[in-house]
Every structure is written in structure tokens, then in C-alpha cells.
């Protein structure tokens, strides 16, 4: 049998999501509507003989457990959450709920970073990870020259060895670099002990300048794949499909339009229908069941439309995500934009961002995760942000701004945040 972990950090990461994240921890905003770790549960419910999903994150336990009941009722999966004490960084989870995940005798465990989005090829991982009978395998993919900095590089010799790994490196190493995504067999505990006490022996040299970590912090690609590489028993399996990110809010546009894609080919039930849908469609939509469309707005492509939002007559949606509750009144139109649960934007206004999508003209280009400001202290131009429950009166445009919660905005606002 095999087991799945999916780890989703805490409250202090994701600050790139914010402010999407103020009200709903980042691996539960909904991307072609459904939460982003729905996609790996999905995912996983697919693979041969995987009997349970664990969960591992420092959020706190009840953030989480109407989803995974939720989630089990769906998949019909045990599904769990481990809660760490403060957070352990990306092994460090694994190796304190090391009992958790051993329990039941799984041969193998996925190792999934909640923060990714990906066509996940896992049963061919699975299948690879047996043929060269693995420690661990990593799902690879290419990157630019430039871009692969901000990931994890290795080399692959023939056979598909990791030869060098080395985590976010400084200069060039290689254009491979690991997706997040692992299989891991189960003797990858034994490396995680040496790491552990290693650190823990570093830690008592450390307590001395009083700047120590929490002693059972180890990171996954630091302390594992760093030691494991060269070894012979690390492998990676590069995989073309896609597969990206989800750091900053304008990555959840670009997952958006890449998971709705999906849905063709695998669930063309969740897709609005262009011939009998609620209005006019154009390209890939979700409409969530509960929401009202007026049949006179024309939405798409990639757009996702939240349980219970209000779409009204004349009103234009592209390249967006619109969450619940939402009302978009009369003839307004919504541009790369993500508005917020609650949110009410009056007729005839206009919300507008700039697409950030990875460059179409670079080979293996992925999403730029600019910080909100550039070294001109300038806003990198993004998508438009609606926080919750913002309200925007009628007639006013919103352009490349991010809007925290509970605003009324009554005149026009253009590379602005809305504090
Ligand atoms: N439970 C738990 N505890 N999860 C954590 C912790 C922690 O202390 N720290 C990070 N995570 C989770 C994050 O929520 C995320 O899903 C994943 O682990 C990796 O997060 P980061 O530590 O922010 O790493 P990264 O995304 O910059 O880089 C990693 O992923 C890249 C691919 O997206 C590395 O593995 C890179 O090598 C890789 O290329
Ligand atoms: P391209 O399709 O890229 O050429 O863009 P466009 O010049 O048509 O305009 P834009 O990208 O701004 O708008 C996209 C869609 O929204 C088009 O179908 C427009 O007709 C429509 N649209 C533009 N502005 C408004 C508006 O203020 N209100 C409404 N209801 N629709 C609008």
C-alpha cells in the first residue's frame, strides 16, 4: 500500500498570497473551484492502493477540519491532519509523525508540497520509483537558465541518478529542477535520524550564540537530498506536463486557467457548457451550482465563479476568479482580477489587472513570483485584488491594485494598496 503527505506549512507562510490569505489559509483558496489541495487529494484518490492522505502543517487544527470531512466524504480516503507544534521545516514534520506515516505498512509515501500545481503524473513516479528500486524519486521539470536559481537544481546521470542537488543555488547548476513532489520508501527515515541528530548536535554548538532553530527543524532539501545525492539511491524522473507554482495571487490565475484546461479532458462535468450554460460561455468556466448568472453576461475564457456570487445582466468576466458571495452588478466588467468573497462591485465599473503569466516566448519559462514591490519602491504591476467583503461603487475603475478587506472604495484607483 502507499500513503500520501501533503505539507502545508502555517499562518507565517504564504505572505505572497496575502491579502487572499487573511481569511482562509493559502492551500484551501479555491483555484478552478476547488481548494488548491483538493488538486492533490484528487490526485492522489487516483493511484493504485493509496490508502491514506496525511495532511502536515502548523495551522491550527479546526482552520482545517470541516475541509478534510469534507475531502473524505468526496474521495471515501482516510485523510488526516498532524498539526506540528511550530514549524518544522519540509522533513521535519515528516520525521516527528514518522509512527503516523509508518503505521499500516505502507511500502512507499508521496511527499507532496502543498504549494504547487500540476497535471501530477504520480502513478508513472510510482512506477519508475520500483524500477530503479529508489530511496527517493523527485518529480523534475525544466526550467529557463535564469529561473532555475530560484529552485531546487540537480544533475541526472544516465540511469536517472541524482548526481548533485543543490537547493536555490547562487549560480547556474542545471535547468532540471525538483517540482516538490516526491516518493519516498521507507527507509528514507533512517537519513532523516542522521540528519536530526546531526542538527541536534550543531544545536548545542548553536545554543552558545543564542540564534538556534527548534532542534527538530530539518529541511527536506538541505538536509536529505543534499546528503543523498551522488549516493546512487536518489533518482529523478523529469516530467514535461505542467506544473507550476502557486506563491503570489497572480499564480492563481495562471493555475486557474491551467486546471480548468484540465477539466476537459477529465472532469468536462465541472465545466460550464457554451451550448446550454447559464449565459454566454467563452472558452473554459466553472460556475459553481449555487451562484446566479444572468443570461445576458459573457464569461471566459478561465474564469471561476464561487458558490453563491451574483452575476448580473451585461456584466464581462475574463481571466478570473470571482469568490463566494460575491456581487458583480450590472454591465461591469472583471479583467484579470480576483474579487473577493463577499465583495460587491456597483454597475458599470471596472476591474482591471495586468496578466502575469510566464513568458510565452522563453522554452520552459514559469511564472516570474515578483514581490508586491519593485527596487523603485514602485507596485509590480499584478492582477487586481478584491479583498473580502470590499465594496467599489458604480462607475469607478480598479487597475493593477490589491484591496484589503472590508473597503469602500468611491473613486478610481490605478497602481495603488489599498490599506
Ligand atoms: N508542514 C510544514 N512545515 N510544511 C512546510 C514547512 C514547515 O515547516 N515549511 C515549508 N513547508 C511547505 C510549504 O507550505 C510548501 O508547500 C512546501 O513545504 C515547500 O515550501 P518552501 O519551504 O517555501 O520551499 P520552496 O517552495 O521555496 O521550494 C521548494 O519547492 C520548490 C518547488 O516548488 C523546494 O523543494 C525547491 O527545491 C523546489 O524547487
Ligand atoms: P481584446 O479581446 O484583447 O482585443 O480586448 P478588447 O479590446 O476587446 O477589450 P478588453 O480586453 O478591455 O475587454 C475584454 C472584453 O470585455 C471585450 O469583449 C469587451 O467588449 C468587453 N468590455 C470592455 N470594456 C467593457 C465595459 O466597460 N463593460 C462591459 N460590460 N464590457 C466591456
Redesign the pocket.
Known amino acids: 500500500i502507499l500513503k500520501s503527505v501533503i505539507l502545508i506549512g502555517g499562518p507565517s507562510k504564504g505572505t505572497r498570497f496575502r491579502p487572499l490569505s487573511l481569511d482562509i489559509p493559502k492551500p484551501l483558496f479555491p483555484v478552478a473551484g476547488l481548494p488548491v489541495i483538493q488538486h492533490h487529494i484528487e490526485a492522489c484518490s487516483k493511484v493504485d492502493n493509496l490508502s491514506e492522505i496525511l495532511i502536515i502543517g502548523s495551522y491550527l487544527a479546526s482552520d482545517l477540519s470541516q475541509f478534510i470531512q469534507e475531502m473524505i466524504s468526496i474521495y471515501k480516503i482516510t485523510i488526516r491532519y498532524l498539526q506540528e507544534f511550530t514549524p518544522l521545516g519540509t522533513a521535519g514534520g515528516l520525521y516527528h509523525f514518522r509512527d503516523q506515516i509508518r503505521s499500516g505498512g505502507p511500502t512507499y509515501f508521496f511527499v507532496m508540497n502543498g504549494d504547487v500545481c500540476a497535471d501530477f503524473s504520480l502513478q508513472e513516479i510510482v512506477e519508475y520509483h520500483k524500477e530503479k528500486q529508489a530511496l527517493l524519486t523527485i518529480m523534475a521539470t525544466e526550467a529557463t537558465r535564469q529561473q532555475s536559481l530560484n529552485f531546487g537544481c540537480m544533475v541526472l546521470d544516465k540511469e536517472g541518478k541524482v548526481a548533485h542537488y543543490v537547493e536555490k543555488p547562487s549560480t547556474f547548476v542545471s535547468t532540471l529542477i525538483n517540482c516538490g513532489i516526491y516518493l519516498a520508501s521507507l527507509d528514507i527515515f533512517q537519513t532523516m535520524a542522521d540528519a536530526f541528530y546531526a542538527g541536534q548536535s550543531q544545536e548545542n554548538f548553536m545554543q552558545f550564540n543564542g540564534n538556534s532553530k527548534n532542534p527538530a527543524h530539518i529541511s527536506l532539501e538541505q538536509d536529505i537530498l543534499m546528503r543523498l545525492a551522488g549516493t546512487g539511491r536518489l533518482f529523478a524522473l523529469p516530467v514535461l506536463k505542467w506544473w507550476s507554482q502557486v506563491k503570489t495571487a497572480g499564480s492563481a490565475i495562471y493555475a486557474n486557467r491551467h486546471y480548468l484546461n484540465l477539466y476537459k479532458a477529465k472532469h468536462p462535468d465541472r465545466l460550464a457548457s457554451a451550448v446550454n450554460g447559464p449565459c454566454q460561455i467563452i472558452g473554459d468556466i466553472y460556475i459553481h451550482p449555487s451562484a446566479t448568472v444572468h443570461e445576458t453576461a459573457v464569461l471566459g475564457p478561465n474564469v471561476s465563479i464561487g458558490p453563491n456570487a451574483v452575476i448580473a445582466r451585461?456584466?464581462?468576466i475574463?481571466e478570473s476568479i470571482i469568490l463566494a458571495n460575491a456581487h458583480i452588478q450590472a454591465?461591469s466588467?472583471v479583467?484579470h482580477s480576483i474579487v473577493g468573497k463577499s465583495s460587491y462591485v456597483g454597475e458599470w465599473a471596472?476591474i482591471e489587472g495586468t496578466p502575469c503569466d510566464p513568458n510565452p516566448d522563453k522554452p520552459f519559462a514559469k511564472m516570474e513570483n515578483l514581490p508586491l514591490f519593485n527596487t523603485n519602491g514602485k507596485l509590480n504591476p499584478s492582477i487586481t485584488i478584491l479583498g473580502t467583503s470590499v465594496r467599489l461603487a458604480a462607475e469607478k475603475i480598479v487597475l493593477n491594485s490589491i484591496v484589503l478587506p472590508h473597503k469602500e472604495l468611491t473613486r478610481n484607483f490605478k497602481n495603488e494598496i489599498i490599506l
Open positions: 451585461g456584466v464581462r475574463r454591465h466588467i479583467l471596472r
